[in-house]
């Protein structure tokens, strides 16, 4: 029972690291849409 204890929280682990990734992405891709609309919006 130890050892499969141990698997869960190492499961948290990655699914957490997964997670805190994918927000990361999310908010790159955020600023660069941001980015990308203020860039248009002053060539215009």
């Given amino acids: 029972p130890f050892s499969r204890r141990n698997n869960n929280k190492q499961k948290e682990k ?3 690291s997964s ?3 994918s927000t ?3 908010n790159f891709f955020l600023k660069c849409k941001t ?3 203020s860039a248009k919006f ?3």
């Fill in 24 to 26: 990361i992405f999310s």
């Fill in 35 to 37: 980015i990308i609309t």
């Fill in 19 to 21: 997670s805190n990734l």
């Fill in 14 to 16: 990655k699914n957490i």
């Fill in 42 to 44: 002053y060539v215009k």
